[in-house]
């Protein structure tokens, strides 16, 4: 079965930092993009950042450019998204995602963000 588990979030005060962890198993991250997206209370869900299957190929919504920075561990099979300079509009459960082509997308159970004073 393949299963997405996300962690690492929790409360951290704006312009601190949190490290988010999507950890893969049933599958290899090398076949699959993963993509980590967040939603915030009374807010769509949007994507934050996208790493191919290759890892040679990398996506960052603007609003987190220079910021956050996804990657990932193939031994550990897990993916990374380091937050940095966190800001309260960060706030949200952020997401982690598999894809590829011809298979349904996975969905971790989401993790808590809070940034706040």
């Known amino acids: 079965q393949l299963q997405l588990v996300e962690s690492g979030g929790g409360l951290v005060q704006p312009g601190g930092s949190l490290r988010l962890s999507c950890a893969a198993s049933?599958?290899?991250?090398?076949?699959?993009?993963i993509g980590w997206f967040r939603q915030a209370p009374g807010k769509e869900r949007e994507g934050v950042s996208c790493?191919?299957?290759?890892?040679?190929?990398?996506y960052t919504a603007d609003s987190v450019k220079g910021r956050f920075t996804i990657s990932r561990d193939i031994a550990k099979n897990t993916v990374y998204l380091q937050m940095n300079s966190l800001k309260p509009e960060d706030t949200a459960v952020y997401y982690c995602?598999?894809?590829?082509?011809?298979?349904?997308?996975?969905w971790g159970q989401g993790t808590q963000v809070t940034v706040s004073s």
């Open positions: 995602n598999a894809r590829r082509s011809g298979y349904s997308q996975t």
């Open positions: 049933g599958f290899t991250l090398e076949n699959y993009a």
């Open positions: 790493i191919s299957a290759s890892g040679g190929g990398t």
